[in-house]
């Protein structure tokens, strides 16, 4: 739907979809024990941040050469930067996760 009405409407649904999904990782955090908690929370500080810093020092080499991806509009680009900072702290993540649970079993 264009227009003002359908950009509310868009943002509607995404925050109650954000807010749903919220509530469900509150409970299931809730539930797990010590053991797991501990696991995420080193996994997302070490593999987050490592993902971070991956992402920081493409970005920045990208940016300070003046180099861009062949062919991408400018909210392309953006789009194709904003989903890589997410990713990569994701993959981090999840690799550390694995190495805690392997290290510490």
Do not use: C
Not at 67 to 77: C, I, W
């Amino acid at each position: 739907m264009p227009g003002p009405l359908g950009t509310l409407l868009t943002v509607g649904v995404l925050a109650l979809a954000m807010a749903s999904v919220f509530a469900a990782v509150v409970w299931w955090w809730r539930g797990i024990d010590e053991a797991a908690r501990e696991a995420h929370k080193w996994a997302w500080w070490w593999g987050g941040t490592a993902g971070m810093v991956v992402g920081a020092v493409a970005l920045m080499t990208l940016t300070l050469r003046g180099e861009a991806l062949v062919g991408q509009s400018p909210a392309g680009a953006m789009a194709t930067g904003m989903l890589a900072m997410l990713l990569l702290p994701v993959l981090g993540y999840s690799a550390a996760w694995v190495f805690w649970w392997l290290r510490n079993r």
